[in-house]
Antibody, heavy 119, light 108 residues
C-alpha cells in the first residue's frame, strides 16, 4: 500500500524558515518524480514544486522560486521542502504527492501538514 | 502562464447528471486530470488523462476533453459525491503543474 506521511509543519514568524518532510513507503520511491502541492485555508490547490527521480531536475511555481528548495533522499525514501523567507501568504496545508511524470497525474497524496506564518 | 477556469459551484439533483467544466486555451491538446476533495481530506484522483478511471472509482465518473473545454461528468449523482473538484494539467512551457480554481458540487 502506497503511503505518504508529511511532517514538519507548524507556526513560524514571517521571514522564518521551516523544513517539511515526506516519508514514502509501499512503492519504489527512487522510480518516481515527487511533488509538493499546497492549499491555503479555504482556497484551492496550488502546485508548488517537483523533483526528478535522481534529483537532477527541479521545478517551482514562480511565487516560491528563490525561497523554497525541494530535495530528496532516495536511501531514506524521503522528500523534503526547505522553506525560507516565509510570508503570510505561504500559510497553507502542504501535501506531498507521487508524480509519475509529465502528462501523468498526481496519483497518491499524503494527508498534509499545516504551515502557519504569523507573528 | 497557463490558466484553467472552473465554475465556482455546480448543483445537481440526487440521481441526476452533473457536469463540471474546465476551460483552457487549446486544453484538448493536453492531458487533463481530475481530483475530488472532501472537507478535511486530501485530494483523490478520480479521472486521469482525460477519461480514464483509477481502480476503485465508480463508473459513474467519466471525463472528456476537446477544444478549449474538458468536462467531468458524474452520472446518477449521490450525496457522497458532494465535494470540491479540481482539474489539473502540466504546462510544458514552464514545466509546472497547473490546477483549476476548483468547483464545489452540491447534491440537492
Amino acid at each position: 500500500e502506497v503511503q505518504l506521511v508529511e511532517s514538519g509543519g507548524g507556526l513560524v514568524q514571517p521571514g522564518g524558515s521551516l523544513r517539511l518532510s515526506c516519508a514514502a513507503s509501499g512503492f519504489t520511491f527512487s522510480s518516481y518524480w515527487m511533488s509538493w502541492v499546497r492549499q491555503a485555508p479555504g482556497k484551492g490547490l496550488e502546485w508548488v514544486a517537483n523533483i526528478k527521480q535522481d534529483g537532477s531536475e527541479k521545478y517551482y511555481v514562480d511565487s516560491v522560486k528563490g525561497r523554497f528548495t525541494i530535495s530528496r533522499d532516495n536511501a531514506k525514501n524521503s522528500l523534503y521542502l526547505q522553506m525560507n523567507s516565509l510570508r503570510a501568504e505561504d500559510t497553507a496545508v502542504y501535501y506531498c504527492a507521487r508524480d509519475p511524470g509529465s502528462s501523468w497525474p498526481l496519483d497518491y497524496w499524503g494527508q498534509g501538514t499545516l504551515v502557519t506564518v504569523s507573528s | 502562464s497557463y490558466e484553467l477556469t472552473q465554475p465556482l459551484s455546480v448543483s445537481v439533483a440526487l440521481g441526476q447528471t452533473a457536469r463540471i467544466t474546465c476551460g483552457g486555451n487549446n486544453i484538448g491538446s493536453k492531458n487533463v486530470h481530475w481530483y475530488q476533495q472532501k472537507p478535511g481530506q486530501a485530494p483523490v484522483l478520480v479521472i486521469y488523462r482525460d477519461s480514464n478511471r483509477p481502480s476503485g472509482i465508480p463508473e459513474r465518473f467519466s471525463g472528456s476533453n476537446s477544444g478549449n473545454t474538458a468536462t467531468l461528468t458524474i452520472s446518477r449523482a449521490q450525496a457522497g459525491d458532494e465535494a470540491d473538484y479540481y482539474c489539473q494539467v502540466w504546462d510544458s512551457s514552464t514545466a509546472s503543474g497547473v490546477f483549476g480554481g476548483g468547483t464545489k458540487l452540491t447534491v440537492l
